[in-house]
């Protein structure tokens, strides 16, 4: 076993993570993961995913991947230059030969054309209806059914017109109410949550959670990346778990109690019904967070 190996099976046992957590995190099959804390590097396919698969276990198990990259650059499989000039011959033939090519122009093409034919509509609809206009009428609403009498020319008579106006109220006319009556609006108090910091045992950390009948558990990636899982109590099946990057959110429902594991928490930003729980002082990685509903006591 290699000491690069060591060091990371060191650290994955010390979080009391195991090689099944280690592939769910990363999505590396097993039998990498056994041959990177073995010293196995050949077994791993290509020395370009021996680097990356180390960088990702280690950053799983909460270790400085540069760090670790740099300190151990020695028991590293060393990339053979030739390796790197057929991987990118490869790439250029790819991108050379790419169907895709020919299509985004054919995309681009109909998308032009496309926009051109809506303008082309719309400026024909504008030259035609550009005679006929609406006059509106002063005042007030138009009653279609009624007619009103204009001036007819040379004041000879008068003419008729199917437009009338419709007398609109008083605008100086005030309503009134009886001063005995009084209306008032019915005031909804939104219970607020409180949550309790209640104890702490190594990389336990425990709440109290009050003022509501369920939790809304959020999670929110400050910096960098992190692990999560999270259930309704511990040793319960995860209901969502994974790795999140920088700016990634998570909103999950729950019951009345909740079980939050963090692989980075000080890179977490935990909120419960919109309370933000403190996660940069938890050093441990991974943290434990157990929240548990409490009823309000009685007025």
Do not use: C
Not at 17 to 39: C, F, H, P, V
Not at 275 to 281: A, F, G, I, M
């Amino acid at each position: 076993m290699s000491e690069l190996g060591q060091v990371l099976q060191r650290a994955r046992e010390e979080k009391g993570i195991t090689l099944d957590d280690i592939q769910r995190i990363t999505k590396i099959q097993r039998r990498y993961l056994e041959a990177i804390e073995r010293g196995h590097f050949h077994v791993l396919p290509g020395h370009f995913y021996a680097r990356a698969f180390i960088k990702s276990y280690a950053e799983a198990v909460g270790l400085d991947p540069n760090h670790i990259m740099s300190h151990f650059q020695s028991d590293l499989p060393a990339q053979p230059p030739t390796e790197q000039v057929e991987r990118l011959r490869r790439r250029r033939v790819a991108s050379t030969n790419s169907p895709l090519q020919a299509g985004r122009w054919v995309t681009k093409t109909l998308l032009v054309l496309f926009i051109a034919l809506i303008i082309g509509v719309i400026y024909i609809a504008a030259v035609n209806n550009g005679g006929t206009m609406t006059q509106p009428v002063p005042g007030g609403t138009v009653n279609p059914g009624a007619e009103i009498v204009t001036p007819g020319n040379g004041g000879g008579g008068a003419a008729t017109s199917p437009i009338a106006q419709t007398p609109q109220p008083p605008s100086n006319v005030t309503p009134t109410t009886d001063p005995g009556t009084v209306t008032t609006d019915p005031v909804t108090e939104t219970p607020k949550t409180t949550i309790t910091f209640e104890s702490q045992q190594g990389s336990m950390y425990n709440y109290a959670v009050q003022g509501e009948e369920k939790m809304t558990v959020k999670l929110k990636v400050k910096d960098d990346r992190s692990w999560f899982g999270v259930s309704e109590g511990k040793g319960k099946k995860y209901v969502e778990e994974g790795e999140m990057k920088k700016g990634e959110e998570k909103t999950i429902e729950l019951g009345k109690s909740a079980y939050v594991r963090l692989g980075k928490p000080m890179m977490v930003e935990l909120t419960v019904n919109g309370v933000v729980v403190d996660t940069s002082k938890m050093k441990s990685m991974p943290s434990n967070i157990t929240l548990k509903m409490k009823e309000t006591a009685a007025q």
